[in-house]
């Protein structure tokens, strides 16, 4: 079958079989590093992306779901040299070991904000509840959580 | 063919074919394999050349043995080398653990990459060797004493304008000198780059998602392969029906050796698809030991024992205490890496020659072991490390290497090999599950008159070092055996004392023949472990059994102080004599603003949460790094839950190469001691291990309220640096423990400190009220 995705604002056009999990197609047809494969159960939020601006876990969604889609994974919110300012948040704040499980942290924390910009830390860490980090980075990440958060308020 | 040597003249071909690729996110993936030689022993790890080389444009690329698995070692060795030879960091290119091209260091593990690299070996002696050589050849360039030269950014000056650049001086060429003892490093009082925070290096492009670990390593031509394990410890093959995989698409090959069953496909997918049809028909294993009964079965097995320290009076000490003899007896499980990605590696396997990207802590020694695995000379096998999901020690990554060689070869394709959640968790080596016992005796005054440990620690396999695949599963289902277990009496301690495991409380004096290697004080002393077979494959898990043997002597200690009625700082301090880790003990007391007097239960607030705070501190590994921590907990009466709210932590590792890396390993290793102290535990039902994923092996997920974390360093001057990745984790369960008791007077021996385990605990206590 052939699926057609646009990830990270690129159109793509992928034969493959309909039941591969999104994933898959990400890591091996696209050759994206951000979601990964950590439980292949939607337990731990490693293969995080969004999907039409919805956070979905893309190691349990066939592709065939996804046909048509609008992706953003980890490396389509910034670059590098130009990283989104909840990225440079991490970056300040030192805010990672092993560094797996970003995808993760990173787009549900943005996705929560989105949603609710003056959330509390409550709010976040409840919306973070399927997320793990195996480092225990917590400290860092929510501080760096909060960083961000705290200047969205003052740009608004 | 191209050697090591030729890597070098070409400069900057080595760095963008095999080192620069973790910085450069988006650089082409993994070069498939082009012809290199290796031999045993091809680098010299005596030789300057082995370690470092400085190009025609001055940049400096190193070599080490000490790879990065989050830990943050990558850049605190790029911050040594460019401390030493003095250049910017960015001029510096670290090469990590990649057999064609790096020393043999061994495994980067048990906190020893500090120790090793950064004193006055290895590493640290090349660096200050290449900065002396250097010196000398300039001074013979410019005609100017070496006295009179000074060196910066990479140039060296010397009066009336003379300067020449590294580059000038031996770029693109080889020293061709041994490194040279006498060698001098800069003092810490000189550092510009070491001892100042520096963000890892790897960061941005791990936040920006580009980061290539080993799971992205692409190779043209590469297969997918999964694992079919048995499904349960020894079980063995009965045989494989191979016609249930034969029509799934993109299925390429069922490979059969022993009990060892994989399947290789073209994709990920089809690969996953055909390891889930394919039928397969095991012997079953003997029944595992029941669970509930389980350190009672540990304590029946025959042993290998060991003696750390006897000073052969204790049994006379608690034969004239009789019934004033305090005991406890404390249990430790199993528990999980957990890494949070499954491991991944990917093999080549050719006619001539070997490549295995791999994210082994352990680059020589698997390189070794595959050689034994697929029979062929150890010097066609390349071992490149990659980064995986972070480790904490021996997870899936020396196996899952040893997987994809054996697809590869059978295959005669590259292929990669993927672990999914339940292969990761049922067959790790785990952290090892232990029953610790304590006896000790209170002399009248107050002060510990004996100390008696006598502990059951369940082992089998282990790391598989240069010739032991068995200890690990997939050379056990290859016909490997693990390393066996020698059963027999302990031989007489000798020699200086090993406290490696910490089984050895810091009070002890540890008097060995005469010569007393302990922190402490109590002369009468013995410290016994009993190692048995375990029905699980126990392997290195971050502090191993340091954290175990920790949690048994720091929570004892803590009776004791409550049975002496006595202040538990104090009490400790009391019994130490060594000035490192009273000075952390102190340091943590003095942050926390810690109140003496001794410990009491109290009533529960209204709220129905008791609070308390615990302390617990550790000589790690005997002398590798010194910390205390204290614990302030709320324990949840009505419910048996306990919340820590504050950690106070003080650690003393000699001189910080990067303090900000320092933090995060404490402050992850406190939280990680969290998640283990309170709700880790490998489980298990009469067959096979019911471990399985993240909802059967709970973890601290990120909506976890977190304790208020403050640390201080200490920094003693003039001592060498030691680990500090292991230290705040090891004292996490004895200070919660401790925390608890002062909060409740509810004594916690067994971990995790479960709801469950808390109100039968409180139960005892009298304290439910």
Same mark, same amino acid.
């Given at each position: 079958?052939?699926?057609?995705?646009?990830?990270?604002?690129?159109?793509?056009?992928?034969?493959?079989?309909?039941?591969?999990?999104?994933?898959?197609?990400?890591?091996?047809?696209?050759?994206?590093?951000?979601?990964?494969?950590?439980?292949?159960?939607?337990?731990?939020?490693?293969?995080?992306?969004?999907?039409?601006?919805?956070?979905?876990?893309?190691?349990?969604?066939?592709?065939?779901?996804?046909?048509?889609?609008?992706?953003?994974?980890?490396?389509?919110?910034?670059?590098?040299?130009?990283?989104?300012?909840?990225?440079?948040?991490?970056?300040?704040?030192?805010?990672?070991?092993?560094?797996?499980?970003?995808?993760?942290?990173?787009?549900?924390?943005?996705?929560?904000?989105?949603?609710?910009?003056?959330?509390?830390?409550?709010?976040?860490?409840?919306?973070?509840?399927?997320?793990?980090?195996?480092?225990?980075?917590?400290?860092?990440?929510?501080?760096?959580?909060?960083?961000?958060?705290?200047?969205?308020?003052?740009?608004? | 063919?191209?050697?090591?040597?030729?890597?070098? =003249?070409?400069?900057?071909?080595?760095?963008?074919?095999?080192?620069?690729?973790?910085?450069?996110?988006?650089?082409?993936?993994?070069?498939?394999?082009?012809?290199?030689?290796?031999?045993?022993?091809?680098?010299?790890?005596?030789?300057?050349?082995?370690?470092?080389?400085?190009?025609?444009?001055?940049?400096?690329?190193?070599?080490?043995?000490?790879?990065?698995?989050?830990?943050?070692?990558? #850049?605190?060795?790029?911050?040594?080398?460019?401390?030493?030879?003095?250049?910017?960091?960015?001029?510096?290119?670290?090469?990590?653990?990649?057999?064609?091209?790096?020393?043999?260091?061994?495994?980067?593990?048990?906190?020893?990459?500090?120790?090793?690299?950064?004193? #006055?070996?290895?590493?640290?002696?090349?660096?200050?060797?290449?900065?002396?050589?250097?010196?000398?050849?300039?001074?013979?360039?410019?005609?100017?004493?070496?006295?009179?030269?000074?060196?910066?950014?990479? #140039?060296?000056?010397?009066?009336?304008?003379?300067?020449?650049?590294?580059?000038?001086?031996?770029?693109?060429?080889?020293?061709?000198?041994?490194?040279?003892?006498?060698?001098?490093?800069?003092?810490?009082?000189?550092?510009?780059?070491?001892?100042?925070?520096?963000?890892?290096?790897?960061?941005?492009?791990?936040?920006?998602?580009?980061?290539?670990?080993?799971?992205?390593?692409?190779?043209?031509?590469?297969?997918?392969?999964?694992?079919?394990?048995?499904?349960?410890?020894?079980?063995?093959?009965?045989?494989?029906?191979?016609?249930?995989?034969?029509?799934?698409?993109?299925?390429?090959?069922?490979?059969?050796?022993?009990?060892?069953?994989?399947?290789?496909?073209?994709?990920?997918?089809?690969?996953?698809?055909?390891?889930?049809?394919?039928?397969?028909?095991?012997?079953?294993?003997?029944?595992?030991?029941?669970?509930?009964?389980?350190?009672?079965?540990?304590?029946?097995?025959?042993?290998?024992?060991?003696?750390?320290?006897?000073?052969?009076?204790?049994?006379?000490?608690?034969?004239?205490?009789?019934?004033?003899?305090? =005991?406890?007896?404390?249990?430790?499980?199993?528990?999980?890496?957990?890494?949070?990605?499954?491991?991944?590696?990917?093999?080549?396997? =050719?006619?001539?020659?070997?490549?295995?990207?791999?994210?082994?802590?352990?680059?020589?020694?698997?390189?070794?072991?595959?050689?034994?695995?697929?029979?062929?000379?150890?010097?066609?096998?390349?071992?490149?490390?990659?980064?995986?999901?972070?480790?904490?020690?021996?997870?899936?990554?020396?196996?899952?290497?040893?997987?994809?060689?054996?697809?590869?070869?059978?295959?005669?394709?590259?292929?990669?090999?993927?672990?999914?959640?339940?292969?990761?968790?049922?067959?790790?080596?785990?952290?090892?599950?232990?029953?610790?016992?304590?006896?000790?005796?209170?002399?009248?005054?107050?002060?510990?008159?004996?100390?008696?440990?006598?502990?059951?620690?369940?082992?089998?396999?282990? =790391?598989?070092?240069?010739?032991?695949?068995?200890?690990?599963?997939?050379?056990?289902?290859?016909?490997?055996?693990?390393?066996?277990?020698?059963?027999?009496?302990?031989?007489?301690?000798?020699?200086?004392?090993?406290?490696?495991?910490?089984?050895?409380?810091?009070?002890?004096?540890?008097?060995?023949?005469?010569?007393?290697?302990?922190?402490?004080?109590?002369?009468?002393?013995?410290?016994?472990?009993?190692?048995?077979?375990?029905?699980?494959?126990?392997?290195?898990?971050?502090?191993?059994?340091?954290?175990?043997?920790?949690?048994?002597?720091?929570?004892?200690?803590?009776?004791?102080?409550?049975?002496?009625?006595?202040?538990?700082?104090?009490?400790?301090?009391?019994?130490?004599?060594?000035?490192?880790?009273?000075?952390?003990?102190?340091?943590?007391?003095?942050?926390?603003?810690?109140?003496?007097?001794?410990?009491?239960?109290?009533?529960?607030?209204?709220?129905?949460?008791?609070?308390?705070?615990?302390?617990?501190?550790?000589?790690?590994?005997?002398?590798?790094?010194?910390?205390?921590?204290?614990?302030?907990?709320?324990?949840?009466?009505?419910?048996?839950?306990?919340?820590?709210?504050?950690?106070?932590?003080?650690?003393?590792?000699?001189?910080?190469?990067?303090?900000?890396?320092?933090?995060?390993?404490?402050?992850?290793?406190?939280?990680?001691?969290?998640?283990?102290?309170?709700?880790?535990?490998?489980?298990?039902?009469?067959?096979?291990?019911?471990?399985?994923?993240?909802?059967?092996?709970?973890?601290?997920?990120?909506?976890?309220?977190?304790?208020?974390?403050?640390?201080?360093?200490?920094?003693?001057?003039?001592?060498?640096? #030691?680990?500090?990745?292991?230290?705040?984790?090891?004292?996490?369960?004895?200070?919660?423990?401790?925390?608890?008791?002062?909060?409740?007077?509810?004594?916690?021996?067994?971990?995790?400190?479960?709801?469950?385990?808390?109100?039968?605990?409180?139960?005892?206590?009298?304290?439910?009220?």
């Amino acid at each position: 079958m052939t699926i057609r995705l646009r990830v990270n604002g690129t159109d793509h056009t992928i034969a493959v079989d309909p039941d591969t999990p999104l994933l898959f197609v990400l890591a091996d047809d696209l050759g994206l590093r951000g979601p990964r494969y950590g439980c292949g159960v939607a337990q731990c939020g490693s293969c995080t992306v969004m999907l039409h601006g919805q956070l979905v876990r893309s190691c349990v969604l066939p592709v065939r779901h996804a046909d048509g889609a609008d992706v953003v994974t980890l490396e389509g919110l910034g670059t590098p040299e130009a990283p989104h300012p909840l990225q440079q948040a991490f970056i300040d704040e030192g805010a990672s070991q092993c560094g797996f499980c970003l995808s993760g942290v990173i787009l549900t924390a943005k996705a929560v904000l989105d949603a609710t910009p003056d959330a509390s830390d409550a709010e976040i860490r409840g919306a973070l509840g399927g997320v793990l980090c195996r480092c225990f980075t917590h400290t860092r990440m929510l501080r760096a959580i909060r960083r961000y958060a705290d200047g969205l308020k003052r740009t608004r | 063919m191209t050697t090591r040597r030729d890597f070098l =003249r070409t400069g900057g071909a080595l760095v963008v074919s095999f080192g620069a690729h973790a910085l450069l996110p988006r650089a082409a993936t993994a070069q498939p394999a082009t012809a290199f030689t290796t031999r045993p022993s091809h680098i010299d790890a005596g030789a300057l050349d082995a370690w470092l080389a400085v190009g025609a444009d001055g940049r400096v690329t190193a070599y080490t043995g000490k790879c990065d698995f989050g830990q943050g070692i990558f #850049t605190a060795q790029v911050q040594l080398v460019a401390e030493e030879l003095c250049v910017p960091i960015a001029r510096v290119t670290l090469i990590e653990c990649d057999t064609a091209v790096t020393p043999d260091q061994g495994t980067t593990s048990g906190s020893q990459s500090t120790p090793v690299n950064f004193n #006055t070996e290895n590493l640290a002696l090349a660096a200050a060797t290449a900065r002396e050589a250097l010196l000398e050849m300039a001074s013979k360039r410019l005609g100017v004493p070496v006295a009179r030269l000074a060196v910066a950014d990479g #140039t060296i000056s010397g009066p009336h304008g003379a300067r020449v650049t590294y580059g000038e001086l031996v770029g693109g060429r080889r020293f061709e000198l041994p490194l040279r003892r006498t060698a001098k490093r800069k003092p810490p009082s000189a550092w510009t780059t070491l001892g100042k925070p520096v963000t890892s290096l790897d960061r941005v492009a791990l936040v920006t998602g580009g980061f290539e670990y080993v799971h992205h390593v692409r190779v043209p031509g590469m297969l997918h392969g999964r694992v079919v394990r048995p499904p349960d410890m020894g079980a063995t093959l009965v045989g494989v029906e191979a016609s249930s995989v034969r029509g799934v698409p993109g299925f390429v090959d069922l490979v059969v050796r022993e009990s060892f069953v994989g399947v290789v496909a073209r994709t990920q997918y089809a690969a996953m698809v055909a390891a889930q049809q394919l039928k397969v028909r095991w012997k079953p294993g003997p029944a595992l030991p029941p669970r509930d009964t389980f350190f009672e079965f540990l304590r029946r097995q025959p042993s290998r024992d060991q003696v750390a320290v006897d000073s052969t009076d204790v049994d006379a000490a608690l034969g004239r205490a009789g019934d004033h003899v305090i =005991r406890a007896r404390y249990t430790y499980p199993y528990q999980m890496h957990g890494s949070l990605g499954p491991s991944c590696a990917v093999a080549d396997v =050719r006619a001539d020659e070997v490549t295995v990207w791999s994210p082994t802590q352990s680059a020589y020694p698997t390189r070794s072991c595959i050689a034994k695995l697929l029979g062929i000379p150890v010097e066609t096998v390349r071992v490149v490390f990659k980064r995986g999901s972070g480790c904490y020690g021996l997870n899936g990554a020396d196996a899952v290497s040893f997987d994809a060689a054996i697809l590869s070869q059978a295959v005669r394709a590259p292929v990669r090999v993927q672990y999914t959640r339940q292969d990761e968790m049922k067959w790790e080596n785990y952290g090892a599950a232990c029953a610790i016992d304590l006896r000790a005796v209170l002399g009248a005054d107050g002060t510990i008159a004996a100390w008696d440990r006598e502990a059951w620690v369940a082992a089998l396999g282990s =790391r598989p070092g240069y010739d032991r695949p068995g200890n690990i599963i997939t050379g056990m289902l290859l016909g490997h055996e693990p390393e066996p277990l020698a059963i027999g009496p302990a031989e007489p301690p000798k020699g200086k004392l090993n406290n490696n495991s910490n089984a050895v409380p810091p009070y002890v004096a540890g008097c060995i023949a005469g010569a007393c290697g302990g922190e402490g004080t109590i002369r009468s002393e013995r410290v016994v472990t009993h190692t048995v077979r375990s029905p699980l494959f126990t392997g290195p898990l971050r502090s191993p059994l340091r954290i175990q043997n920790t949690f048994a002597n720091e929570s004892f200690m803590d009776e004791l102080c409550a049975r002496a009625g006595a202040d538990p700082v104090a009490f400790r301090l009391h019994h130490l004599h060594d000035d490192r880790i009273i000075g952390v003990l102190r340091a943590a007391a003095r942050a926390a603003g810690w109140q003496a007097g001794p410990r009491r239960s109290r009533a529960p607030a209204g709220d129905g949460v008791a609070r308390g705070r615990g302390v617990a501190c550790v000589a790690y590994e005997g002398h590798n790094g010194y910390a205390a921590l204290i614990a302030d907990v709320d324990v949840h009466v009505a419910t048996g839950v306990v919340h820590p709210r504050r950690y106070v932590v003080a650690n003393d590792c000699g001189p910080i190469s990067n303090p900000d890396g320092l933090r995060n390993q404490l402050e992850g290793g406190l939280l990680q001691g969290t998640s283990r102290a309170l709700v880790e535990e490998v489980t298990w039902d009469e067959r096979r291990v019911t471990s399985v994923d993240w909802a059967s092996y709970p973890s601290l997920h990120l909506d976890y309220d977190v304790p208020a974390i403050e640390i201080v360093f200490v920094t003693p001057a003039n001592v060498p640096a #030691t680990g500090a990745g292991e230290t705040s984790i090891t004292l996490v369960p004895a200070a919660i423990g401790n925390a608890v008791f002062d909060a409740t007077g509810a004594r916690l021996r067994d971990v995790p400190f479960t709801p469950a385990r808390v109100l039968a605990a409180l139960r005892d206590a009298g304290s439910t009220g």
